[in-house]
């Protein structure tokens, strides 16, 4: 399974950042929720002028895309959901997983970095990789690269670039080598004993209130 998701990703970026005359950017995003795991991979061209123009294989970039839209490739088919990306700005795709995935088995960390390891201990989830960045190599015309990891967990520890909410983001450019580490709790945060315990807490508020208030009306009897 790892083998095809890889295969299929590394035949739709070959068919699209190798015949580009300028690169691509591509956005990797992992969301983990309440133990879940989804992907989310989109790639974009934002040079408009490139939309309509012939490439080298004799293929526009907007024919591209609807070949790949249009593929019935079972695989993609059966484990993604592909959508088109078609604004005045920008042309591209994007594939979001239908099922859950394992941690172990992020398809774009495991294409991308040679060494990709997942430590499950003590409730803790840790992600590392190594610190050679591999799609660079393979991708000549790629341009940029973003990896976010969206979670409701708590996270322990990371290495983010930045953090937008609970989005952390890793950006990846061609002028260095760049390890990612994300450290999680396994379990994710659970506030509804706190969402309790406050409604107990109104609760009494009012009803000591009305207590009060009809304790003064019999003094004033």
Do not use: P
């Not at 079972?74 to 604004?87: A, C, E, L, P, Q």
């Not at 393979?138 to 708590?154: G, M, P, Q, R």
């Not at 990612?180 to 508020?205: C, G, H, P, R, W």
């Amino acid at each position: 399974m790892k083998r095809e998701i890889n295969m299929k990703i590394k035949k739709f970026l070959i068919l699209l950042c190798l015949l580009l005359l300028t690169g691509c950017s591509a956005t990797y995003e992992v969301n983990i929720k309440n133990g879940k795991i989804t992907e989310n991979l989109k790639l974009i061209e934002s040079d408009k002028s490139l939309f309509d123009k012939e490439q080298q294989s004799g293929s526009t970039i907007r024919e591209l895309f609807d070949s790949e839209l249009n593929d019935e490739d079972d695989f993609t088919t059966n484990t993604y959901d592909v959508k088109s990306i078609n604004t005045n700005d920008t042309l591209g795709i994007e594939y979001n997983s239908i099922y859950n995935k394992e941690i172990g088995g992020l398809s774009g960390l495991n294409q991308c970095y040679k060494n990709f390891k997942v430590e499950v201990a003590d409730g803790l989830v840790t992600i590392e990789t190594g610190n050679n960045f591999e799609c660079y190599d393979y991708y000549e015309f790629l341009d940029s690269v973003k990896v976010v990891i969206k979670t409701n967990h708590k996270v322990i520890d990371n290495n983010a670039d930045e953090k937008n909410g609970n989005s952390y983001i890793w950006n990846i450019t061609k002028d260095g080598n760049k390890n990612i580490k994300f450290s999680y709790k396994e379990t994710a945060n659970d506030n509804s004993q706190y969402i309790v315990i406050s409604i107990i807490i109104i609760l009494f508020v009012i009803i000591a209130l009305l207590f009060l208030k009809k304790r003064k009306k019999s003094n004033e009897i």
